[in-house]
């Protein structure tokens, strides 16, 4: 298979580390790739970054993908040095002990690892447990409270130190695809469309959001902000192609089969038949996802914003999601940007898509 190679622009956002509410060095690499594509570029109280193209276009076209990641928060230091955290955004806890993180201080970057008892040390009813937060803890190999704490302070967020890696062509792996892929998605459709902005009718806005893990909050506030009138939002979505998966619950839709696009009550139908037309002009590969309720994704609170907002979802299949090893296919990735940068372009002056 001949080799693949990762936009350094997408890479960059992988590396960077963006726990809720600690956005900081992702929000840098957006800015630093986004900003001089775009006629505006702002940043706000909740720490979105907003960029914003034709700004007298019309309507105004969001596009959202969040750039926070899971994470732990600092939240006690025992008499010998151990760091005791809660954890930022959904964890599965069968997978948070025995790694490798890395504390984001003041001073810089403290290493340290996920500890708990052995299983040695474990009776059998031990072993069948899974453990509770409190009791796993951070050991950065110091000896005393006050030696950890000139080290680190409570309040100091932690994320697991796995890296971006190609595993095989263009299949990758990394522990916070969940939503990078998405805020570089927002961004680089931007920078495209920013290359061809005499033939756009829309005022197009790329917001790489904060917060989403925690609640959708970035985009509560850019929702109202911003104020379109369309919106897409990319984020993950469950790949069902591994074992343990019942298409029956879950719907069946696999890594490399194309963007994922979602129906039901959190989307526009208007929107989403303009997002099939699009896929089916460029010749790229869809999957289609049904969901009932609101998304658990940025459009739940972008839908509703203000009078209301037509509103899609699009999805990028991901395995072993809110794991340090998320897997994504970034052939997926490039479809839903060309995706992207094509509903944009098809946007009529005074389309609202209301129905």
């Not at 570029?41 to 993908?65: E, V």
Request: glycine residues 10%; proline residues 5%.
């Amino acid at each position: 298979m001949a080799s693949y190679s990762a936009p350094k622009f997408l890479t960059e956002l992988l590396h960077a580390r963006s726990p809720s509410g600690y956005e900081a060095e992702a929000q840098a690499v957006f800015e630093r790739h986004v900003k001089p594509a775009a006629d505006l570029f702002t940043g706000d109280a909740l720490g979105n970054r907003i960029a914003t193209l034709n700004p007298k276009g019309d309507p105004t076209l969001m596009l959202a993908g969040h750039m926070d990641e899971l994470g732990l928060i600092i939240t006690y230091v025992n008499k010998d040095g151990f760091i005791y955290f809660d954890t930022i955004g959904g964890h599965d806890r069968t997978v948070i002990s025995g790694r490798r993180v890395v504390i984001q201080t003041e001073k810089g970057p403290v290493k340290g690892v996920t500890g708990k008892r052995a299983v040695h040390l474990m009776d059998d009813a031990d072993r069948k447990k899974v453990p509770e937060i409190h009791e796993i803890w951070i050991d950065i190999g110091a000896k005393s409270k006050k030696e950890a704490l000139e080290r680190v302070s409570i309040g100091d967020a932690a994320t697991y130190d796995h890296e971006f890696e190609l595993i095989h062509g263009s299949i990758g792996t990394a522990r916070a695809f969940d939503n990078k892929v998405g805020a570089y998605i927002v961004g680089e459709t931007l920078i495209r469309l920013s290359k061809e902005k005499a033939k756009l009718a829309a005022k197009v806005v790329a917001v790489a959001t904060s917060q989403e893990e925690i609640g959708v909050r970035g985009a509560m506030g850019s929702g109202y902000s911003v104020d379109p009138q369309v919106a897409l939002v990319v984020d993950v979505g469950h790949a069902t192609d591994h074992p343990d998966c019942d298409n029956r619950k879950f719907g069946e839709t696999k890594l490399g089969g194309g963007p994922m696009l979602c129906r039901g009550a959190n989307i526009n139908p208007k929107v989403f038949a303009a997002l099939v037309k699009a896929a089916k002009k460029l010749k790229i590969p869809y999957q289609v996802e049904g969901d009932p309720r609101p998304t658990g994704t940025d459009a739940r609170a972008i839908q509703v914003s203000r009078g209301g907002v037509a509103t899609g979802v699009v999805s990028i299949p991901l395995r072993y999601m809110h794991t340090p090893s998320e897997i994504v296919d970034l052939e997926d990735v490039e479809r839903c940007v060309k995706l992207f940068v094509e509903f944009s372009r098809a946007i009529t002056r005074g389309d609202y898509r209301t129905w």
